[in-house]
């Protein structure tokens, strides 16, 4: 111990810079839970779609609790299971290596990003939770490539392919928004990569 050194390092994993926190998926759970209470309520009534969906137009409103209200609203059971599913996937990984609070301010952060950006290039309504799912799997790809974390069973080249494939699979369909995907793991991957910089270099 020196000097609150041996903070920076994780004495228990080798491979690993900083600390790795070990998490419980308490977070993770906790998304996943309340994207199907709502689910359930927009089926109830149909206005909190066109009420807490992302729009350009409700933007200009000054509306701005769009940005994140519509991250937590699906459509339909397939929408919704898709995306909770690739949350549970990358999700629990990701708080498992990340403090609490850098978890969560990734993940709305990222969020409201690709709501943003969302309504900047569509005309249309979006919802969905996806935009913030791809800033948690582009976080997870920036502790990856930054070496300062090894994740255990997702590596940096399989995430790049998931994400490549995701992309050109979101082109293939009118449906899916691909804009909110980019502008959600780009935001991601970046503000985690140079937040693991500057906290590299306080150490």
Not at 56 to 84: M, P, Q, S
Not at 113 to 130: C, D, E, R, V
């Amino acid at each position: 111990k020196l000097n609150g050194i041996e903070k920076c390092f994780d004495l228990y994993n080798k491979n690993s810079i900083l600390k790795i926190y070990n998490n419980k998926p308490f977070i993770t759970y906790v998304i996943i839970f309340i994207n199907i209470i709502v689910w359930i309520l927009a089926n109830i009534n149909n206005n909190i779609v066109y009420n807490f969906g992302i729009s350009n137009y409700g933007l200009f409103l000054g509306e701005f609790y769009r940005l994140i209200t519509a991250v937590f609203i699906h459509k339909d059971i397939k929408h919704l299971f898709f995306n909770c599913f690739t949350l549970y996937v990358f999700g629990r990984e990701t708080e498992r290596v990340l403090s609490l609070k850098n978890y969560v301010a990734i993940y709305f952060l990222t969020g409201v990003i690709a709501s943003l950006f969302s309504a900047l290039f569509n005309n249309g309504l979006s919802i969905g939770a996806s935009g913030a799912i791809f800033g948690i799997i582009g976080s997870l790809a920036a502790l990856n490539r930054s070496k300062m974390y090894s994740t255990q069973t997702i590596d940096y080249f399989t995430l790049v392919l998931y994400i490549i494939i995701s992309v050109f699979s979101g082109f293939m369909n009118q449906y899916v928004d691909n804009v909110a995907h980019i502008a959600g793991v780009l935001s991601g991957f970046l503000i985690q990569y140079f937040y693991l910089k500057i906290k590299q270099a306080k150490c």
